[in-house]
Protein backbone atom coordinates (compact mmCIF):
# COMPACT_ATOMS: atom_id res chain seq x y z
CA UNK A 1 0.00 0.00 0.00
CA UNK A 2 1.12 3.13 -1.18
CA UNK A 3 0.24 6.52 0.28
CA UNK A 4 0.12 9.14 -2.50
CA UNK A 5 -1.30 12.32 -0.49
CA UNK A 6 -2.92 13.50 2.82
CA UNK A 7 -4.66 16.22 4.35
CA UNK A 8 -5.85 16.78 7.90
CA UNK A 9 -8.99 18.10 7.47
CA UNK A 10 -11.12 20.62 9.54
CA UNK A 11 -12.58 18.27 11.85
CA UNK A 12 -9.27 16.66 12.92
CA UNK A 13 -9.60 13.97 10.45
CA UNK A 14 -6.83 12.35 8.86
CA UNK A 15 -7.68 11.90 4.67
CA UNK A 16 -5.15 9.59 2.65
CA UNK A 17 -5.33 8.94 -0.90
CA UNK A 18 -3.35 5.42 -1.50
CA UNK A 19 -2.89 2.50 -4.45
CA UNK A 20 -2.63 -0.92 -3.66
CA UNK A 21 -1.13 -2.55 -7.34
CA UNK A 22 -3.72 -1.25 -9.53
CA UNK A 23 -6.64 -0.55 -6.85
CA UNK A 24 -7.14 3.03 -5.66
CA UNK A 25 -8.12 4.05 -2.68
CA UNK A 26 -9.06 6.55 0.31
CA UNK A 27 -8.89 5.71 4.00
CA UNK A 28 -9.62 8.67 6.91
CA UNK A 29 -8.60 8.02 10.21
CA UNK A 30 -9.29 9.42 13.49
CA UNK A 31 -7.21 12.09 15.74
CA UNK A 32 -7.09 9.63 18.48
CA UNK A 33 -3.67 8.04 18.70
CA UNK A 34 -4.32 4.38 19.46
CA UNK A 35 -5.55 1.41 16.99
CA UNK A 36 -9.18 2.71 15.51
CA UNK A 37 -11.71 -0.10 14.48
CA UNK A 38 -12.26 -0.29 10.64
CA UNK A 39 -15.24 0.32 8.32
CA UNK A 40 -15.09 -0.74 4.82
CA UNK A 41 -17.17 1.60 3.33
CA UNK A 42 -18.55 0.56 -0.37
CA UNK A 43 -20.57 2.60 -2.86
CA UNK A 44 -22.99 1.26 -4.96
CA UNK A 45 -22.62 -0.07 -8.66
CA UNK A 46 -19.72 1.20 -9.49
CA UNK A 47 -20.40 5.12 -8.81
CA UNK A 48 -16.88 6.42 -7.98
CA UNK A 49 -15.31 6.73 -4.56
CA UNK A 50 -15.36 10.44 -4.64
CA UNK A 51 -19.04 10.37 -4.37
CA UNK A 52 -20.06 13.24 -2.07
CA UNK A 53 -22.61 11.48 0.11
CA UNK A 54 -19.92 8.11 0.59
CA UNK A 55 -17.34 10.66 1.52
CA UNK A 56 -19.64 12.95 3.96
CA UNK A 57 -20.45 9.43 5.78
CA UNK A 58 -16.77 8.02 5.91
CA UNK A 59 -15.73 11.88 7.48
CA UNK A 60 -19.00 11.76 9.84
CA UNK A 61 -18.18 7.81 11.16
CA UNK A 62 -14.09 9.00 11.44
CA UNK A 63 -14.81 11.99 13.45
CA UNK A 64 -16.48 9.77 15.93
CA UNK A 65 -13.33 7.43 16.08
CA UNK A 66 -13.32 5.02 13.36
CA UNK A 67 -10.93 4.11 10.45
CA UNK A 68 -12.87 4.24 7.18
CA UNK A 69 -11.27 3.16 4.27
CA UNK A 70 -13.01 2.76 0.53
CA UNK A 71 -11.93 1.76 -2.82
CA UNK A 72 -12.57 1.79 -6.58
CA UNK A 73 -12.85 -1.80 -7.21
CA UNK A 74 -12.65 -3.13 -10.49
CA UNK A 75 -15.15 -1.23 -12.52
CA UNK A 76 -16.14 0.97 -10.59
CA UNK A 77 -15.09 4.57 -10.53
CA UNK A 78 -12.99 5.51 -13.23
CA UNK A 79 -11.32 2.36 -13.12
CA UNK A 80 -11.48 0.45 -17.13
CA UNK A 81 -14.54 -1.57 -17.44
CA UNK A 82 -15.00 -4.97 -19.81
CA UNK A 83 -16.93 -4.60 -22.98
CA UNK A 84 -19.25 -6.87 -21.19
CA UNK A 85 -20.18 -4.27 -18.30
CA UNK A 86 -20.40 -1.28 -20.97
CA UNK A 87 -22.83 -3.24 -23.01
CA UNK A 88 -24.80 -4.18 -19.96
CA UNK A 89 -25.07 -0.50 -18.94
CA UNK A 90 -25.86 0.82 -22.45
CA UNK A 91 -28.54 -2.31 -22.39
CA UNK A 92 -29.66 -1.34 -19.11
CA UNK A 93 -29.95 2.39 -20.14
CA UNK A 94 -32.32 1.69 -23.43
CA UNK A 95 -34.72 -0.83 -21.29
CA UNK A 96 -35.09 1.86 -18.68
CA UNK A 97 -36.04 4.79 -21.23
CA UNK A 98 -38.28 1.89 -23.04
CA UNK A 99 -40.34 1.06 -19.89
CA UNK A 100 -39.16 -2.95 -20.63
CA UNK A 101 -37.95 -5.31 -17.95
CA UNK A 102 -34.86 -4.70 -16.30
CA UNK A 103 -34.18 -7.73 -14.44
CA UNK A 104 -31.59 -9.80 -16.43
CA UNK A 105 -29.55 -6.79 -16.86
CA UNK A 106 -29.38 -6.22 -13.24
CA UNK A 107 -28.14 -9.80 -12.63
CA UNK A 108 -25.56 -9.63 -15.42
CA UNK A 109 -24.39 -6.65 -14.54
CA UNK A 110 -24.23 -6.45 -10.69
CA UNK A 111 -23.32 -10.51 -10.52
CA UNK A 112 -20.13 -9.42 -12.53
CA UNK A 113 -18.94 -6.33 -10.60
CA UNK A 114 -19.60 -8.17 -7.23
CA UNK A 115 -17.70 -11.24 -8.32
CA UNK A 116 -14.28 -8.70 -9.29
CA UNK A 117 -15.06 -6.06 -6.21
CA UNK A 118 -14.46 -9.17 -3.44
CA UNK A 119 -11.26 -10.31 -4.05
CA UNK A 120 -9.82 -6.54 -4.37
CA UNK A 121 -11.49 -5.50 -1.31
CA UNK A 122 -10.16 -8.65 0.58
CA UNK A 123 -6.96 -7.63 -0.54
CA UNK A 124 -7.32 -3.88 1.03
CA UNK A 125 -8.77 -5.46 4.03
CA UNK A 126 -5.48 -7.20 4.30
CA UNK A 127 -3.26 -4.27 3.75
CA UNK A 128 -5.14 -1.74 6.14
CA UNK A 129 -5.04 -4.35 9.23
CA UNK A 130 -1.32 -4.27 8.87
CA UNK A 131 -1.20 -0.45 9.70
CA UNK A 132 -0.60 0.50 13.28
CA UNK A 133 -3.17 2.75 13.01
CA UNK A 134 -6.37 0.11 12.36
CA UNK A 135 -6.60 -1.89 15.24
CA UNK A 136 -10.24 -3.85 14.74
CA UNK A 137 -12.76 -5.08 15.06
CA UNK A 138 -14.20 -4.71 11.21
CA UNK A 139 -17.28 -3.20 9.49
CA UNK A 140 -18.90 -2.76 6.17
CA UNK A 141 -21.44 -0.01 5.02
CA UNK A 142 -22.45 0.30 1.79
CA UNK A 143 -23.08 -1.38 -1.40
CA UNK A 144 -25.29 -4.93 -0.11
CA UNK A 145 -24.59 -6.96 -2.99
CA UNK A 146 -20.81 -6.71 -2.35
CA UNK A 147 -21.70 -6.49 1.74
CA UNK A 148 -23.02 -9.86 1.44
CA UNK A 149 -21.04 -11.65 -0.66
CA UNK A 150 -17.94 -10.28 1.77
CA UNK A 151 -19.92 -11.25 4.53
CA UNK A 152 -20.18 -14.92 3.68
CA UNK A 153 -16.71 -15.45 2.52
CA UNK A 154 -14.91 -13.10 5.20
CA UNK A 155 -14.88 -13.95 9.00
CA UNK A 156 -13.06 -10.86 9.36
CA UNK A 157 -16.30 -8.40 9.19
CA UNK A 158 -18.37 -8.40 12.27
CA UNK A 159 -20.96 -6.46 11.98
CA UNK A 160 -22.63 -4.76 8.30
CA UNK A 161 -24.90 -2.07 7.44
CA UNK A 162 -26.46 -2.54 4.24
CA UNK A 163 -28.55 -0.26 1.82
CA UNK A 164 -31.53 -0.59 -0.27
CA UNK A 165 -31.41 -4.14 -1.20
CA UNK A 166 -34.16 -4.77 -3.98
CA UNK A 167 -31.76 -5.64 -6.71
CA UNK A 168 -29.42 -7.95 -5.39
CA UNK A 169 -28.25 -10.81 -7.81
CA UNK A 170 -30.09 -13.92 -7.15
CA UNK A 171 -26.17 -15.80 -5.99
CA UNK A 172 -26.17 -13.13 -2.98
CA UNK A 173 -30.66 -13.93 -1.80
CA UNK A 174 -28.86 -17.28 -1.50
CA UNK A 175 -25.70 -16.19 -0.10
CA UNK A 176 -27.85 -14.29 2.58
CA UNK A 177 -28.88 -17.04 4.81
CA UNK A 178 -25.09 -17.73 5.48
CA UNK A 179 -24.77 -13.90 7.14
CA UNK A 180 -25.20 -14.45 10.59
CA UNK A 181 -23.72 -11.25 11.84
CA UNK A 182 -25.45 -8.41 13.14
CA UNK A 183 -26.57 -5.93 10.67
CA UNK A 184 -28.42 -2.93 9.71
CA UNK A 185 -30.57 -2.43 6.41
CA UNK A 186 -31.34 1.39 5.70
CA UNK A 187 -34.93 1.20 3.38
CA UNK A 188 -36.05 4.48 1.43
CA UNK A 189 -39.76 2.93 1.42
CA UNK A 190 -40.32 5.13 -1.81
CA UNK A 191 -36.87 4.09 -3.59
CA UNK A 192 -38.25 3.88 -7.14
CA UNK A 193 -34.89 2.31 -8.04
CA UNK A 194 -35.45 -0.59 -5.57
CA UNK A 195 -38.40 -2.59 -5.25
CA UNK A 196 -40.10 -2.93 -1.77
CA UNK A 197 -41.02 -6.43 -1.62
CA UNK A 198 -37.54 -7.59 -2.59
CA UNK A 199 -35.69 -5.55 -0.03
CA UNK A 200 -38.08 -7.02 3.01
CA UNK A 201 -38.16 -10.57 1.44
CA UNK A 202 -34.13 -10.07 1.58
CA UNK A 203 -34.15 -9.05 5.28
CA UNK A 204 -36.38 -11.78 5.76
CA UNK A 205 -33.45 -14.26 4.64
CA UNK A 206 -30.58 -13.18 6.50
CA UNK A 207 -29.54 -15.53 9.10
CA UNK A 208 -28.50 -13.20 12.01
CA UNK A 209 -29.83 -13.51 14.62
CA UNK A 210 -29.65 -9.64 15.08
CA UNK A 211 -31.11 -7.68 12.49
CA UNK A 212 -32.27 -4.61 12.14
CA UNK A 213 -34.36 -3.03 10.06
CA UNK A 214 -34.52 1.03 9.16
CA UNK A 215 -37.53 2.56 6.87
CA UNK A 216 -37.75 5.43 6.09
CA UNK A 217 -40.66 7.61 3.86
CA UNK A 218 -39.20 8.97 0.75
CA UNK A 219 -37.28 8.13 -2.71
CA UNK A 220 -33.72 6.60 -3.52
CA UNK A 221 -31.65 9.94 -2.34
CA UNK A 222 -34.02 10.82 0.64
CA UNK A 223 -32.39 9.22 3.62
CA UNK A 224 -32.45 11.42 6.34
CA UNK A 225 -29.61 12.88 7.95
CA UNK A 226 -29.87 11.13 11.44
CA UNK A 227 -29.24 7.36 9.59
CA UNK A 228 -25.60 8.50 9.66
CA UNK A 229 -25.71 9.30 13.57
CA UNK A 230 -27.58 5.42 14.02
CA UNK A 231 -25.17 3.96 11.87
CA UNK A 232 -22.08 4.74 14.07
CA UNK A 233 -24.99 3.58 17.04
CA UNK A 234 -24.89 0.52 15.40
CA UNK A 235 -21.17 0.32 14.51
CA UNK A 236 -20.72 1.42 18.44
CA UNK A 237 -22.33 -1.56 19.75
CA UNK A 238 -20.22 -4.19 17.81
CA UNK A 239 -16.71 -2.51 16.81
CA UNK A 240 -16.03 -0.98 19.96
Known amino acids: MQFTSEQRLDDGV ?9 IPGTLWTPESAAPA ?12 KG ?9 HSAAHGYAVATIDAAGCGERPRSAADEQARAD ?5 QAGEPTDEIFESLVGSLVEKAVPEWRTTLDALLALPEIGGPVGYSGWTAVGIRLAAVEPRIAAA ?6 YVPRAQREEARQVTIPLLLLLQWDDEGNPRQRALDLFDAFGSKEKTLHANLGGHLGTPWFEREDGDRFFGRHLK
Request: glycine share 12%; no cysteine.
Open 14 to 22: LEREFTLGE
Open 37 to 48: PLILMAHNNGLP
Open 51 to 59: EPRLVARAR
Open 92 to 96: LRRAM
Open 161 to 166: GFFAGG
